[in-house]
């Protein structure tokens, strides 16, 4: 069955759950990975998120190559063209091979007709593929980024915006954190090493690994032990700022998939954890990190809203609050960001994480810590965020400067924090 199932046309289909649907690729591309094999499934993911990341480039190409737009029903073609283009020139299959099978994936797609046009387009391509590469670079979106995003972008970082879009534009370097519970941060490079796998530790934050390419997790020594867990350098981070304590009560809202649930529980194996997010789906994730690390907390489904539905009337002593945002400073890792957010949606989010902090922070201790978190690099949604909550509550203090990462070739990915400290009034 799993020889069956050509892969471009998963490829095109996801594609189009995304675009056109709404999908994120993130809950699209597993279901239609699951008949294929791992190398199959593999190569469907990197044509999925390469699209995606060059999106004005495919758009642009074949604008030049059709007269006219496919819509309606055929428009899943306008995406199988993507992928054999992207295969064309991205990917080392031969093009033989690609043009074939990509004009095959259109007659799995009940598309049979249009083989020809799909045969022809692509043919064209290849004729004039330095042609079009170069009137795209005289002519195309080069920050491959939406006019709005890029506009945010430089309004925020006049200085450096360029080098975000290029960091966003790259595929994205593979960090792990490793639980010291089990091994240092050297010896687990030395089992790194043992199995020919290349690494170097980070200098900014102990207990974080870089590898040189990213590679599947069952490859990783004691990955099913729990010995490490993937996760961004920047993401790592909470844990060392919200610096948790055993025995202590912690909350950890919008916890899903869980990664900083169970760092908080390497650094403190004996505080109490309650996680709780939104999405009963995505809690799943949570579960399943925790039995991997051996872990356990009281996860609940809740909105951050609405904390009275599942704090019981607890204080807790430290939050963890990692809000719902953009993510704006994880679009290496998630390209469809790109061109599924809007304009509108800043203003939007940036009033749902007012809501959570404002009616969260009262669950909190007098002297307690909260930590406030999101994957965005956008202003509204950061450090304009908590000035505005500073002048709404008596109570709050900054105990650290507000600290804002951008995504970086070498580094990790765009992230904001800052550490608030409820005083005694």
């Avoid at 992928?83 to 080392?92: A, E, H, K, N, S």
């Avoid at 704006?328 to 007012?354: A, C, F, M, Y």
Wanted: with cysteine.
């Amino acid at each position: 069955m799993k020889k069956t199932i050509n892969l471009r046309a998963v490829a095109a289909n996801t594609l189009y759950q995304v675009m056109e649907k709404g999908q994120s690729l993130s809950v699209a591309l597993p279901p239609l990975q699951k008949p294929l094999d791992d190398k199959d499934s593999a190569l469907v993911a990197e044509i999925c998120f390469g699209i995606l990341r060059t999106l004005p480039k495919q758009e642009f190409i074949i604008q030049q190559l059709m007269d006219k737009v496919l819509t309606g029903k055929n428009r899943i073609l306008h995406y199988l063209l993507m992928v054999g283009i992207y295969q064309l020139t991205q990917t080392r299959v031969p093009p033989h091979a690609a043009i074939a099978e990509t004009v095959n994936a259109a007659v799995s797609l009940k598309k049979m007709a249009f083989k020809g046009l799909v045969n022809g387009v692509l043919r064209q391509f290849q004729r004039q593929q330095n042609e079009l590469t170069t009137l795209f670079e005289q002519k195309g979106n080069q920050s491959l980024h939406p006019t709005w995003l890029l506009k945010r972008i430089q309004q925020a970082y006049p200085d450096n915006w360029s080098h975000i879009i290029e960091a966003n534009n790259q595929k994205p370097p593979m960090w792990l954190r490793v639980n010291q519970q089990h091994h240092t941060t050297d010896g687990y490079l030395q089992l790194l090493s043992a199995e020919d796998i290349e690494a170097k530790k980070s200098e900014q934050l102990d207990g974080a690994i870089q590898l040189a390419s990213p590679i599947a997790v069952t490859r990783l020594p004691g990955f099913a032990e729990g010995w490490v867990t993937v996760q961004d350098l920047s993401a790592q981070q909470a844990g060392k700022l919200l610096a948790p304590k055993n025995h202590e009560l912690i909350l950890d809202v919008c916890a899903a998939p869980g990664g900083k649930t169970t760092h908080i529980l390497e650094i403190a194996p004996q505080a109490r954890v309650m996680a709780v997010d939104i999405d009963q789906y995505r809690l799943k994730k949570v579960a399943e990190n925790l039995a991997r690390l051996n872990q356990s907390a009281d996860i609940k489904v809740g909105d951050g809203r609405y904390p009275e539905q599942f704090c019981q009337g607890l204080l807790f002593d430290r939050i963890l609050l990692d809000a719902p945002c953009s993510a704006t400073g994880v679009i290496r890792r998630h390209p469809d960001i790109k061109w599924l957010r809007h304009d509108n949606d800043i203003d939007e989010l940036s009033t749902l994480q007012s809501e959570i902090l404002q009616a969260i922070w009262p669950y909190l201790k007098p002297e307690g810590v909260l930590v406030y978190a999101t994957c965005s690099i956008l202003p509204e949604e950061n450090q304009l965020q908590i000035a505005r909550f500073l002048t709404q509550v008596q109570d709050a203090v900054v105990l650290d400067q507000m600290i804002q990462h951008v995504p970086t070739n070498q580094g990790g990915d765009g992230f904001f924090y800052t550490v608030l400290r409820k005083k005694l009034l």
